[in-house]
C-alpha cells in the first residue's frame, strides 16, 4: 500500500496550461452584413445588449461598473475603462471581449454567445462612430387572451368605508358580496369582453385582475389588470371610466386620504417601475414619476397627510416621493428580495414594509433608518394593510397561508387568521379593523371577524361549492 502511494505522489501532473489552451473558446466568425442604412442603437443594438449583456451589466447588478443600461452607459465604460472607441472596432474592448479574441470573454462561457451576425452589428455600429438612437425602440405588441376556466386566483380584496359592501377579484372576474350574512350582491362586467366564440365573456377584465380598492368615500372601486384600469360604479355596476397606456400589469392601487386621487404601481420585470397618480373624478393623470424604481413596483401608499407617496418594488428599495410633484424624499434600504407592499403608521412617523424574503421591516421616516424587524412568516409577505386607532396595528398575508395582525409600536403578533389552505395574495381591511377579507390561489375569500380572529364565511360566487366552516 505505501508503494502504492509513493508512486502516485511521484507521478507527474499533467500541465494545467495545456489543458487550458484546450479548453480555450475560438473566435466567433467574423462575416460582414449588407447594410445600406446606418446601424442605429435604438433598434439594431440595444436588443442585443439587452438579451446578451444587461442581466450582468444593468439595474441591481453592475459587474466591472459598466452599466449597459443606457447608450451613455456604454460609452463611458466601467472599472476597465473606455470600451468603446468610436471608429475603431478593432480598438475597442467591446468588440475584442464579445468575439472572444482578448479575455475575458463576454458574455462568459456559461452564457449565450453573440451570433456571427450579432458581432457584426456591434462591429459596424463602432466603426460608423458608436452613435446613440434615433428614437424610443419599439416593443412588441402583446395580445392577452382570456385566462382558462379553472384559473382563477384571488389577487384583489377590498372592503368599503361603511362596510357595506366587500369586493373581490377571482380570475379575470369581479364580484361584490355583503358582509354581514356574505351574500353575493353581483358581479361587475365589461359587456365588450368577448369569448373567441362571440359570445358575452362575463368578466371585467380581458386578462387577471391583479388589484382592486374601493375609494374612501365607496362611490369608486378601482380595478387594476394587464396594461390598463377600469373605474367602476359599484352601485350600479357601470364603468365609469377606462384608463389604458400602462406598460405591463397594474399590481398596486391605493388612493389618497380625502379620495381625491388614486396612485398605481406595476411596469415590466426587469424595466423601470411604473408609478403614476390619477385624478379620481376625470381619470386624468396628473403624474408619472419616471425611474423611480429599477424593477416592477408591487406597492403604493399615500402618506397620512396625502402630501407624499411611499412605494416598494422588486429592486429591493422602500422610497417616498413627494405628491404632486414626484420629487424624490428618501429611500430605505434593507430587504433582500422584492418588497411587495408598504404603509404608513397613521401619524405619518413610520412606515412598514414587506418582502418576498419573507420579512417586515418598520422603518423611522425622519431619520431614514429601519426600527425594528417582525419576524413570523415562512415565505414571501405579499399584501400589508394598515389599521388606525388608539393602538396602531397591520395585517399581512403571505405565502404560507398565514394571516397575522401586528402591534404597529412593539412589532408584537396580536393574533392569527386561521383556514386558508393556498398561497395568499390579496387582502381588505375595514377602517375600524373589524373585518378582515384575505384570497389566494384557492380561488376563495374568507371573511373574519377582526377582533377575534374567527371566520365569519367562506365567500364564494354563485353555483360554486360552498367552503366548510373549520372545527373548532
Not at 442603437?41 to 453592475?62: L, Q, R
Not at 375609494?215 to 396594461?227: A, C, E, N
Request: hydrophobic share 35%; aromatic share 6%; proline share 7%.
Amino acid at each position: 500500500m505505501r508503494n502504492v502511494l509513493a508512486l502516485l505522489l511521484l507521478t507527474p501532473l499533467p500541465l494545467v496550461a495545456a489543458d487550458d489552451k484546450k479548453a480555450d473558446l475560438p473566435p466567433i466568425p467574423e462575416i460582414k452584413i449588407d447594410r445600406k442604412e446606418p446601424i442605429d442603437y435604438t433598434k439594431d443594438i440595444e436588443p442585443i445588449f439587452e438579451n446578451k449583456c444587461k442581466f450582468c451589466h444593468s439595474g441591481n447588478v453592475i459587474e466591472g461598473k459598466f452599466d449597459m443600461s443606457t447608450h451613455a452607459g456604454v460609452m463611458k465604460g466601467g472599472r476597465r475603462g473606455v470600451v468603446v472607441v468610436p471608429g475603431k472596432s478593432t480598438e475597442s474592448l467591446l468588440y475584442l471581449f464579445s468575439s472572444r479574441q482578448k479575455k475575458p470573454i463576454m458574455p462568459p462561457k456559461s452564457e449565450e454567445p453573440l451570433t456571427p451576425e450579432e458581432l457584426a452589428l456591434i462591429k459596424l455600429w463602432i466603426d460608423q462612430g458608436a452613435k446613440p438612437g434615433s428614437g424610443v425602440r419599439e416593443k412588441p405588441k402583446i395580445v392577452v387572451s382570456l385566462p382558462p376556466a379553472l384559473v382563477k386566483p384571488v389577487r384583489g380584496v377590498s372592503i368599503n368605508a361603511d362596510k357595506t359592501l366587500i369586493a373581490a377579484s377571482r380570475g379575470n372576474q369581479i364580484h361584490l358580496y355583503e358582509p354581514t350574512k356574505g351574500e353575493h350582491v353581483k358581479m361587475l362586467v365589461d359587456p365588450a369582453i368577448l369569448t373567441a366564440d362571440k359570445k358575452p365573456a362575463n368578466a371585467a377584465h380581458v386578462s387577471l385582475v391583479e388589484s382592486l380598492t374601493f375609494s374612501p368615500d365607496g362611490k369608486t372601486l378601482v380595478s387594476g389588470s394587464f396594461q390598463e384600469v377600469i373605474l367602476w360604479d359599484p352601485a350600479s355596476g357601470a364603468i365609469k371610466k377606462r384608463i389604458t397606456g400602462f406598460a405591463d400589469k397594474v399590481t398596486t392601487i391605493a388612493f389618497s386620504p380625502d379620495g381625491r386621487l388614486f396612485a398605481t404601481g406595476g411596469g415590466a420585470p426587469t424595466e423601470d417601475g411604473e408609478i403614476k397618480v390619477f385624478e379620481t373624478e376625470t381619470g386624468k393623470e396628473i403624474l408619472n414619476i419616471r425611474g423611480g424604481h429599477s424593477d416592477t413596483v408591487f406597492g403604493v401608499a399615500f402618506s397620512p397627510d396625502g402630501k407624499m407617496l411611499a412605494t416598494g418594488g422588486a429592486d429591493k428599495f422602500v422610497k417616498v416621493f413627494e405628491i404632486p410633484s414626484g420629487k424624490f424624499l428618501k429611500s430605505f434600504e434593507g430587504h433582500t428580495h422584492h418588497v411587495l407592499d408598504v404603509g404608513w403608521k397613521p401619524d405619518g412617523k413610520f412606515l412598514v414594509s414587506a418582502g418576498a424574503d419573507n420579512g417586515i421591516k418598520i422603518w423611522d421616516f425622519e431619520k431614514g433608518e429601519k426600527a425594528r424587524d417582525v419576524n413570523g412568516h415562512s415565505k414571501q409577505v405579499t399584501r400589508l394593510l394598515v389599521i388606525p386607532g388608539k393602538t396602531p396595528a397591520f395585517v399581512t398575508t403571505s405565502g404560507d397561508q398565514q394571516v397575522k395582525m401586528w402591534n404597529f409600536d412593539n412589532g408584537g403578533n396580536m393574533r392569527n387568521f386561521a383556514g386558508n389552505n393556498d398561497f395568499l395574495y390579496a387582502l381588505g381591511v375595514s377602517t375600524d379593523g373589524k373585518l378582515i377579507a384575505v384570497g389566494g390561489e384557492e380561488g376563495v375569500v374568507r371573511l373574519y371577524n377582526g377582533e377575534n380572529a374567527q371566520l365569519i364565511k367562506a365567500l364564494v360566487p354563485p353555483g360554486e361549492e360552498s367552503q366548510p366552516m373549520p372545527k373548532k
